[in-house]
């Protein structure tokens, strides 16, 4: 069966029911349908949850199964008779009609509904495009109506849930601008960041939206527009609440992309979980060295956690494909490439280390995987001192997982520390980032991203995380240096301060903060058959 037809076929209990296995009455929930929630009221009282944060080597375009990991997981947990509960992101609309398709795990590995989670889910997307976009209508009518705070240079874009590469620059008539998609939006960094109503309130008037004749910033809190916006997000500000295939307790909220954005699901959805269960796995986007990287230096460090363990996720197609594979022979026996692999999982292996925190090595296996190939790679962790584990989520569901549901239990105490201090310099922590993370031997700075640092050290804003956008598919700014390039070097090329959300922007090469689709887009596979959507993963 295909992965929605595993969904339609799942026995899903009642969103009330699984309310109950976490402690959660019906009066703390808001229905939305049978099988979908929002939790009202955040409960108060100490975190009592352990945090395992799953991650994954270098990405590839045939993907890794880092939710299908995350899933079954949680899953395997839940058989083993732990309270625990899954905090996930919400899938974008860009890469469900784009080359993704859904994003919601697969096989027998999933969260349902599906179809709901992966198309509009509780709306809260739409609510935070339409707050973003309020937003910049409010800067151009302050603009047209006599600009009393003197905006020389607005800095604050417009966003929308698709992919869209003609948005990536247009002409309002008055001046050049261009979009984001909304997972890359300050208001989607903001809102997954909130950790209240009344930090929400304060997040959004911080928003830099402009720089006066003063060459000062402007804020948002100046247009007097907080409470409109918050008007927007007063639901979409509670998490949502749903369930695996096995009917785990799982919280989705908040989608941002970790290529262009932090890559973590919200901080009260964490937060939440983490009161309510005895065990939370989220996940990180992309590679370690981009979503667990901002997951550890950025939401950590802003929510004040302490992960337990870190499950870091590898294929052996990614593997080949790092040890210098094409894709298109990616299924045929290669252990030579299968080895040259094994390094790029050493440097993820080894920039985890870094932040103190146990390491669980998880093979996501997929039934092309080869019992000699597997074999190479257990005999390697072995080798290395990693702990191993093979995860059959996708095949078996919770009951594949099983293994590594046990090695993460077992792990020894976690000395999480971030790897740099807010009160380096701007400069200090981009290089820290792109060094000892990357591996890069230089950095380079344009006139332009110089410029800003400057303006933000000018503004006394310096002292905030990093967010580094880049390609998720090369340690370096270039796309097509895969496995563990050498002697490379990256160019900042522009930055962006999200002082709302609380971290500094920096682009890396070439990389768009608005998404295009691709050549063959998975839009031209979805479809409506006797009412029932087709084609979604």
Do not use: W
Not at 12 to 33: R, V
Not at 111 to 132: K, Q, R, S, W, Y
């Amino acid at each position: 069966m295909t992965d929605i037809e595993i969904s339609r076929n799942s026995n899903k209990l009642k969103i009330t029911e699984i309310g109950k296995m976490i402690g959660l009455d019906s009066d703390d929930l808001e229905l939305y349908g049978d099988y979908k929630a929002k939790i009202k009221k955040v409960p108060t009282g100490d975190r009592k949850g352990k945090l395992i944060l799953v991650t994954a080597i270098s990405p590839t375009p045939m993907g890794e199964g880092k939710t299908t990991v995350s899933i079954g997981l949680g899953d395997a947990l839940h058989r083993l008779k732990k309270n625990v509960i899954l905090a996930l992101r919400e899938p974008s609309m860009g890469p469900v009609f784009g080359m993704k398709g859904g994003a919601t795990g697969g096989g027998y590995s999933q969260v349902v509904p599906m179809e709901d989670i992966n198309l509009h889910f509780t709306g809260d997307f739409h609510a935070i495009a339409a707050a973003n976009n309020l937003i910049s209508a409010a800067i151009d009518n302050h603009i047209y109506f006599g600009n009393e705070l003197g905006i020389e240079k607005v800095l604050f874009k417009r966003c929308l849930d698709v992919n869209d590469r003609s948005l990536r620059d247009v002409d309002l008539g008055t001046r050049h601008d261009s979009f984001t998609i909304t997972s890359a939006s300050e208001i989607m960094a903001l809102f997954c960041l909130a950790t209240s109503f009344e930090d929400l309130r304060k997040r959004l008037g911080n928003i830099v939206i402009g720089i006066n004749h003063e060459g000062k910033y402007v804020y948002l809190r100046d247009l007097k527009l907080e409470g409109s916006l918050l008007a927007l997000l007063k639901d979409a500000i509670k998490p949502n609440l749903v369930q695996t295939l096995e009917n785990t307790p799982c919280i989705i909220h908040g989608g941002p992309f970790a290529n262009i954005a932090h890559g973590c699901n919200s901080l009260i959805a964490t937060d939440t979980a983490l009161r309510l269960a005895d065990y939370v796995v989220t996940e990180a986007g992309f590679g370690a060295d981009l979503g667990a990287e901002k997951f550890l230096d950025i939401k950590c460090r802003l929510g004040n956690l302490n992960p337990n363990a870190i499950v870091l996720v590898a294929t052996i197609k990614a593997l080949k494909y790092h040890g210098g594979v094409k894709k298109e022979a990616i299924y045929e026996k290669n252990d030579d490439a299968l080895k040259k692999g094994f390094e790029n999982l050493d440097k993820h292996y080894q920039n985890l280390d870094q932040f103190g925190v146990p390491i669980v090595v998880c093979l996501n296996r997929f039934s092309t995987d080869t019992d000699d190939e597997i074999e190479l790679l257990r005999e390697y962790c072995q080798k290395k001192n990693y702990s191993f584990v093979v995860s059959n989520a996708y095949s078996e569901g919770g009951s594949g997982a099983i293994l590594l549901a046990e090695k993460v239990m077992s792990v020894s105490d976690s000395h999480f520390h971030p790897i740099y201090s807010l009160n380096d310099s701007i400069n200090t922590k981009i290089n820290i980032i792109c060094k000892n993370i990357y591996g890069a031997k230089e950095v380079s700075f344009t006139d332009l991203a110089n410029e800003k640092i400057k303006m933000i050290e000018n503004n006394h804003l310096s002292n905030l995380p990093i967010c580094i956008a880049k390609t998720q598919y090369s340690f370096s700014d270039d796309k097509n240096k895969v496995g563990v390039p050498k002697d490379f070097s990256v160019t900042v090329r522009d930055i962006n301060l999200y002082n709302g959300a609380g971290f500094i922007t920096v682009l890396l090469g070439d990389i768009m903060t608005m998404p295009g689709l691709s050549r063959r887009p998975n839009y031209e596979l979805i479809d409506v058959v006797d009412g029932e959507i087709i084609n979604l993963s």
